[in-house]
């Protein structure tokens, strides 16, 4: 341990996810391990602005793993995206002599840390979003869940468009990646799969419909992911009746993906990352976000972390390399080359098993 570490900070952020309570018991319960105190912030950046902590005990977090949501609350706070609300959250770290910071959260919430930390707060990310939308990482804290969630309620809609002759299209929550739509599709025998990610073949899709009717089947799912559109779900509903004459009905879940008992490997992804978290930051490392590449546990830069996420979703500037090594850069190109890939492999697959 290079510091005497006395006492980190621990918080949840951005959208909820199932499994954020076993990341803070993990948090929590490796940090006393160590000796080391831990302070729960409640409802993220806004609780550090506020001074809303507690200070957290084995009790505290022994009964709370296998509930959904975060039992430090979340919320979005844009003061903390301004000089002033960061310079009372680094008031509050002094306050409570807070050495580090463990921020669990998305994309927004690592930003936050980021400059939490270049404000002498040393921080380490924990992956906690439902959509799977971090590049750096294979997997995320609640991705799991809500994908259980997902194919459990296109089974529910199955049972009845089977009953009526129908056809359910079914919008699944993912804003910026379609992870959770395609990886449900494959799960519950989609007819189609609607994601930002791959064009999508309208044409194709009703005659293949129109087939598959033709040859008897009586029900219908088409899933489509939140980041397509709006309003594209409801409108295909009628394109589908009027291309088809198949009777068709849309479904939105929307935040019922968020919630519910968190399943087995979200928890044990949250608690190996959250102890990981921990041992990194007694470390004396910051600025790092715990990923799982390939099934082992590793750190990812939270620059590089940023770039190659820029890099997959087509949003990165060409002068944001600069500050990267040739090696990152190759690293980067490499892993927006194998996500792209996986998710074409498995967009195939249920193009190819349709029905
Ligand atoms: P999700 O994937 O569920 O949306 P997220 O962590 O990306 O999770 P955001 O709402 O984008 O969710 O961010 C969470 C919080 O992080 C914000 O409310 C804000 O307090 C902080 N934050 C977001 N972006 C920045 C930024 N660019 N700079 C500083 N802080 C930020």
Not at 44 to 51: A, M, Q, S, V
Not at 174 to 190: D, F, Q, S, T
Not at 256 to 282: H, N, S
Not at 287 to 292: A, P
């Amino acid at each position: 341990m290079e510091k005497k570490f006395r006492r980190i900070g621990v918080l949840t952020s951005g959208g909820d996810a199932p499994g954020m309570n076993a990341a803070i018991k993990s948090v929590t319960a490796a940090a006393l391990a160590h000796g080391v105190e831990v302070v729960g912030i409640i409802g993220g950046y806004r609780g550090l602005i506020d001074n809303n902590v507690k200070y957290l005990t084995t009790a505290d977090v022994a009964d709370i793993v296998s509930r959904g949501g975060t039992a430090l609350y979340s919320a979005r706070c844009t003061e903390f995206m301004e000089e002033a609300g960061i310079m009372k959250a680094v008031e509050t770290c002094k306050k409570h002599e807070i050495d580090g910071m463990v921020v669990i959260g998305g994309d927004g919430t690592f930003r936050g840390a980021y400059d939490l930390s270049a404000k002498g707060i040393p921080c380490i990310g924990l992956p906690g979003t439902i959509d799977n939308d971090i590049t750096a990482t294979d997997v995320t804290i609640g991705f799991d869940t809500a994908m259980t969630t997902g194919m459990n309620l296109c089974d529910k809609l199955r049972d009845t468009c089977e009953s009526h002759s129908r056809c359910n299209v079914v919008e699944l929550m993912g804003r910026n990646a379609g992870y959770i739509a395609l990886n449900v599709g494959a799960a519950v025998n989609a007819v189609a799969v609607v994601t930002k990610e791959i064009p999508f073949d309208k044409e194709a899709c009703y005659a293949r419909m129109k087939k598959l009717r033709a040859a008897g089947q009586q029900s219908f799912i088409v899933v489509v992911a939140e980041g397509v559109g709006a309003d594209f779900g409801e409108q295909f509903v009628k394109e589908i009746e009027e291309n088809t004459g198949i009777e068709a009905r849309f479904c939105r879940p929307a935040h019922i993906l968020r919630g519910g008992v968190p399943t087995l490997r979200d928890r044990v992804f949250a608690a190996k990352v959250g102890a990981y978290a921990v041992e990194m930051l007694l470390q004396g490392k910051s600025n790092i976000v715990i990923c799982e590449r390939k099934g082992d546990i590793c750190e990812c830069d939270l620059d590089v972390a940023f770039t190659v996420d820029r890099m997959y979703k087509g949003k990165m500037k060409p002068e944001e390399l600069d500050k990267h090594s040739p090696e990152e850069i190759a690293y980067m190109e490499a892993l927006c080359e194998e996500r792209r890939k996986e998710f074409k492999e498995l967009y195939d697959t249920v193009e190819l098993i349709c029905c």
